[in-house]
């Protein structure tokens, strides 16, 4: 039984309809229990880690995806035999929601385009700008190529500028879920999988088993949506949100406003919400002062950690030449790790998702400049000032911290900065692990290739930046000008 702290965590993939479905859970269990949704988590890898580890409860998935991306099995499996093997790790899936949302390639609509796919081997010129997720996945484009011996290489593009792309010529062949709602906004073929590779990916819920008895007056409201949400319903629904752009809060209260459950209006357990609006008032919306403390918080918490890592390092490197090159090395080759390669690999070390990990990625990145610019300032330190103050019998704790470190600390002090400044760009990628921050935003406007929303993200985060640059230079002049008395003085 869930105590009256505890919360019931609802989480979602990084593409319009998992925000959606994620969005209906959320509400039809709010009358229940306290739930908070953990938004666009990113792919299938990341989503499952965060339900591994207890940091969500519950997410919508695909039959697909788990018999053939989560569970590895080379051929289709029964649904009972998945349950037994998803029992072992202490997961279930359960409430089929009533549509079956496939994958398929789309070409734009043009009298000489193919009308299968079988008949792309024959089209060795035609660019294919699929999905990150589609590439890497068992069921993806690997699979695909060998049953259909499709020649093309394929180039990585995110689902949410895909349409863009292909409207633009870009890009001819792009990968699509069949409940895509610009399929018909931009008149697109899709090609018929006439040798049946895709399986169906009917809409199920994958959740802890634990969640079920923690929370069962909102499980047993969750179980009312079974059957309930229809194709038609579910193309609507990413239609209102990717053409309309309406909020996905008030897409998910439309839908259950019309669409009542177990004889109640759905109505009571909507929040308000409004569509969403310009530019302005995307930025300026209610999540700005949450969003900003958690940027904010990421990036203090960040370069502080990296300051209390980072200028001992520094110091080290400074002082024995034989360290220094592995040292910088060190920090440099971490520096080069990709953001969401480090945050994928980060969660199941930690074995769990948000605020920790998006730290530890924040702290990595921002060891480099820290530690470079207080080896450099520390030798930069003049020879005769240190002989001298070894004359005068100075300790070398002393000399470090009364002579050295006064002498180096505007170099120190730059390379903070820089540390600072490239956190607060950095710390956008924390959203795609539930972190929070301006990143949301991003995220989100990803998914819906909304430009407004992008920049609603982006406009902030430069903002904080430009003001984290402008503290830093007054910091540095006032040690400059403090520096400078302190040397003219008698």
């Not at 499952?48 to 919508?60: E, K, N, S």
């Not at 359960?94 to 008949?119: C, I, Q, T």
């Not at 959740?207 to 579910?234: H, N, V």
């Not at 940027?295 to 918490?301: F, K």
Request: net charge neutral; with cysteine; aromatic share 6%.
């Amino acid at each position: 039984m869930a105590t009256a702290a505890d919360t019931l965590h609802v989480g979602s993939k990084r593409f319009t309809e998992s925000y959606i479905l994620g969005e209906v859970l959320t509400q039809v269990a709010a009358p229940h229990a306290q739930v908070e949704h953990l938004q666009g988590l990113g792919n299938t890898a990341i989503v499952l880690a965060a339900l591994q580890a207890g940091r969500i409860d519950v997410y919508p998935e695909y039959l697909g995806t788990i018999d053939l991306e989560i569970l590895k099995h080379d051929k289709p499996a029964t649904l009972e035999q998945m349950r037994e093997e998803l029992a072992l790790m202490g997961l279930g899936v359960a409430v089929p929601l009533g549509f079956n949302n496939s994958y398929a390639l789309a070409m734009r609509g043009d009298a000489d385009a193919p009308h299968k796919l079988s008949e792309l081997a024959a089209r060795g010129q035609l660019r294919f700008g699929l999905s990150h997720e589609f590439i890497g996945r068992a069921d993806g484009w690997q699979g695909l190529a060998a049953r259909y011996g499709l020649p093309q290489r394929p180039q990585g593009l995110d689902h949410g500028l895909a349409y863009e792309a292909l409207k633009g010529r870009q890009v001819d062949v792009i990968d699509i879920y069949s409940t895509d709602a610009r399929i018909g906004q931009y008149r697109l073929r899709v090609l018929e999988d006439d040798r049946a590779y895709f399986p169906r990916y009917d809409a199920v819920l994958l959740y802890r088993l634990d969640a079920a008895q923690r929370f069962p007056a909102a499980w047993k409201a969750i179980q009312a949506l079974e059957g309930r949400i229809s194709e038609a319903d579910m193309i609507a629904m990413n239609a209102a949100a990717e053409i309309e752009r309406k909020s996905f809060t008030r897409v998910a209260g439309d839908w259950l406003a019309a669409h009542p459950l177990a004889g109640k209006q759905a109505a009571a357990a909507q929040r308000p919400a409004a569509a969403r609006d310009g530019l302005l008032a995307q930025v300026f919306d209610h999540n700005l002062g949450r969003l900003t403390r958690q940027h904010l918080t990421l990036v203090l918490l960040a370069v502080a950690v990296a300051c209390l890592i980072g200028v001992p390092l520094g110091m080290l490197a400074a002082f024995m030449p034989r360290l220094r090159q592995v040292v910088l090395g060190l920090t440099g080759v971490l520096q080069t790790i990709p953001s969401l390669a480090l945050l994928a690999l980060l969660i199941p070390l930690l074995g769990m998702i948000g605020t920790v990990p998006a730290l530890v990625a924040l702290v990595v990145y921002a060891l480099l400049p820290i530690v470079r610019n207080t080896c450099t300032g520390m030798l930069q330190v003049p020879e005769g000032l240190k002989l001298a103050a070894k004359a005068l019998g100075l300790r070398p704790m002393q000399r470090l911290v009364h002579i050295e470190l006064p002498l180096a600390l505007p170099v120190i002090l730059a390379g903070v900065k820089t540390a600072a400044v490239m956190s607060v760009g950095t710390a956008t990628i924390a959203a795609f692990i539930g972190a929070g921050g301006f990143g949301e935003r991003i995220t989100i406007g990803l998914a819906l290739n909304d430009n407004d929303m992008l920049l609603a993200g982006a406009i902030p985060a430069a903002v904080l930046a430009l003001l984290t640059q402008g503290l830093f230079e007054l910091l540095e002049r006032a040690v400059t000008n403090r520096h400078q008395l302190s040397v003219k003085s008698p």
